[in-house]
C-alpha cells in the first residue's frame, strides 16, 4: 500500500488481521466518527482449510503418496486464496480510510500505517475500564430495570435527520459529478470554437 501520509518516505510495516481489527474498534469508538467506518473488517474464514488439515493429518497413514499430494496442494492453494482475499479486502478498507477526508486524520490511523513495532493493543488500564464500565452498566440495568427512558419522538427526529443526512450528501455528490461533466463540455466546446475559428 503507498500512501502520501507517512512521515517517513520509504518504510514498511507489517500487520496481522487482529491489527486490522484494532484500527477498526478504535475508529467505531470515536464518537465523532459515527457513521463513517467504510465497511466492517471481514473475519478471517479458515474452516475449510483447517478441516482439510485436520482429513490431512488423520489419513497421513491410509493415503497414498499422490493422494496425500494432491489433498496437501489443494489445502495449499485454498489456504493461499483465502488469504489472498482477507489481505485484498484489508488493502480496500485501508484505502477507504486514506481516501475520506475525516477519517485519515485519525490519530490510530496514523500510528497504524507508521509505527514500525506492533500496533497497541488495548492494555490493561484500558481492559479495566472496559471491565468497570460493564460493571457499572451492569449495576444500572439492575437498579432501572423497570424503567425505560426510551422517547419516539427523538427516535423519530434522528431516524429522519439520518435519511435527510444520506439524500443530501447523495445529492450533492451528484450535483458535483454534473458540474464536472459540464466544465468538461464546456472546456471541449472551447476547444471545438477555437479550432474552427482558424478556418
Request: aromatic share 12%; glycine share 4%; net charge negative.
Given at each position: 500500500l503507498q500512501t502520501k501520509l507517512p512521515?517517513?518516505?520509504?518504510f514498511s510495516v507489517t500487520r496481522l488481521h487482529e491489527?486490522?481489527?484494532?484500527?477498526?474498534?478504535?475508529?467505531?469508538?470515536?464518537?465523532?466518527?459515527?457513521g463513517l467506518i467504510p465497511q466492517q473488517n471481514p473475519a478471517q474464514d479458515f474452516d475449510g482449510p483447517r478441516e482439510k488439515m485436520q482429513k490431512l493429518g488423520e489419513g497421513e497413514?491410509?493415503?497414498?503418496?499422490d493422494e496425500f499430494s494432491k489433498m496437501k496442494q489443494e489445502l495449499e492453494a485454498e489456504y493461499?486464496?483465502?488469504?489472498k482475499k482477507t489481505v485484498a479486502v484489508h488493502e480496500v478498507f485501508?484505502?477507504?480510510i486514506a481516501s475520506h477526508p475525516i477519517l485519515c486524520k485519525d490519530t490510530n490511523f496514523h500510528i497504524f500505517l507508521e509505527i514500525t513495532k506492533i500496533v497497541r493493543?488495548?492494555?490493561i488500564k484500558e481492559m479495566f475500564g472496559v471491565f468497570f464500565k460493564s460493571m457499572v452498566k451492569s449495576?444500572?440495568?439492575?437498579?432501572?430495570?423497570?424503567v425505560k427512558e426510551v422517547d419516539e419522538f427523538f427516535d423519530q427526529e434522528k431516524t429522519f435527520l439520518v435519511n435527510y443526512y444520506n439524500r443530501i450528501k447523495d445529492s450533492c455528490a451528484k450535483a458535483d459529478r454534473m458540474t464536472r461533466t459540464h466544465k468538461s463540455m464546456c472546456a471541449w466546446n472551447t476547444i471545438i470554437l477555437c479550432h474552427f475559428s482558424l478556418f
Open positions: 512521515k517517513s518516505p520509504d491489527d486490522f481489527i484494532w484500527l477498526h474498534d478504535s475508529l467505531i469508538e470515536t464518537e465523532d466518527y459515527a497413514g491410509s493415503m497414498t503418496k493461499l486464496a483465502v488469504y485501508l484505502q477507504r493493543r488495548k492494555n449495576a444500572d440495568e439492575v437498579l432501572f430495570c423497570g
